[in-house]
Nanobody
Framework: VQLQASGGGLVQPGGSLRLSCAVS????????MGWYRQAPGKQRELVAN???????DYTSSVTDRFTISRDIAKNTMYLQMNSLKPEDTAVYYC???????????WGKGTQVTVSS
């Protein structure tokens, strides 16, 4: 299984970006998928995740600004990011896990830079 993240870039504060994570397998196979980010000098943190049943969860700093979704037919997960702030600057990674005990799959990151 391969995950390919894309959609990052440079955006001004208050702007929007949509990240995509294309999966080589069937995304319904995964118990949970998610977006993580890692800023320079910081640990990687969970941004949002979505379960097989479509339940979503967000870290508090992005609630009401970011939306995680998926297109099962396209085997793609998305992260719509609105009202971006400089503190959202990070490398964003997508992750997928078949179940709680399996080794997760990670995509290569995509850089998001929020700056004026």
């Amino acid at each position: 299984v391969q995950l390919q993240a894309s959609g990052g870039g440079l955006v001004q504060p208050g702007g929007s970006l949509r990240l995509s994570c294309a999966v080589s397998g069937r995304i319904v196979s995964f118990n949970v998928m998610g977006w993580y980010r890692q800023a320079p000098g910081k640990q990687r943190e969970l941004v949002a995740n979505i379960t097989r049943r479509g339940k979503t969860d967000y870290t508090s700093s992005v609630t009401d600004r970011f939306t995680i979704s998926r297109d099962i037919a396209k085997n793609t997960m998305y992260l719509q990011m609105n009202s971006l702030k400089p503190e959202d600057t990070a490398v964003y990674y997508c992750k997928a896990a078949l179940n709680a005990r399996s080794v997760p799959y990670w995509g290569k990151g995509t850089q998001v830079t929020v700056s004026s």
